[in-house]
């Protein structure tokens, strides 16, 4: 599959329904970053009237996700990837839209090649800042990512 954004968000209405449903699409993605968009709305709410952690959670995954599946598919090579630890922050309720954004790509495509030269499993840790309308951070997510190429 080529990795755009439309491709990706029919993958997810059909892949990923949850994902699909909360109204999180994918926005943009070049070769060194993607960008995820979700909108507070009733199903991703929480009782504070502000988007439910999860969700927003849910959105920062797929921005550094995108760039892996991505950097993989160029390899040409069967790379396992698995998010083995994940960090967050919350500084301002989530409301409106919010959009996701990693920055990863170079250090996802040079962990894939040191795992093609050493055979051994690279461990990549991408961060995605969720940002509202005003250009306010409202949550950091980290994620760690194992990527071992088979």
Avoid at 48 to 57: D, L, P
Avoid at 76 to 94: D, G, I, Y
Wanted: contains cysteine; proline residues 2%; glycine residues 6%.
């Amino acid at each position: 599959m080529i990795i755009t954004p439309t491709r990706i968000n029919l993958f997810m209405l059909f892949n990923l329904p949850l994902a699909y449903i909360s109204g999180m699409r994918v926005k943009s993605i070049t070769e060194t970053t993607a960008v995820v968009r979700i909108k507070y709305q009733w199903l991703n709410q929480n009782p504070f009237k502000s988007m439910f952690w999860a969700a927003q959670g849910m959105a920062a995954e797929m921005s550094t996700g995108v760039l892996v599946m991505q950097e993989i598919k160029k390899s040409n090579r069967t790379v396992s990837m698995l998010v083995t630890h994940q960090e967050s922050a919350f500084f301002k309720k989530a409301i409106g839209t919010i959009l996701f954004t990693c920055s990863g790509g170079i250090q996802i495509k040079e962990a894939i090649q040191k795992s093609i030269e050493t055979n051994e499993g690279q461990i990549v840790r991408l961060t995605s800042d969720g940002v509202n309308a005003a250009g306010v951070i409202v949550s950091s997510f980290q994620f760690e990512w194992s990527l071992k190429v088979k």
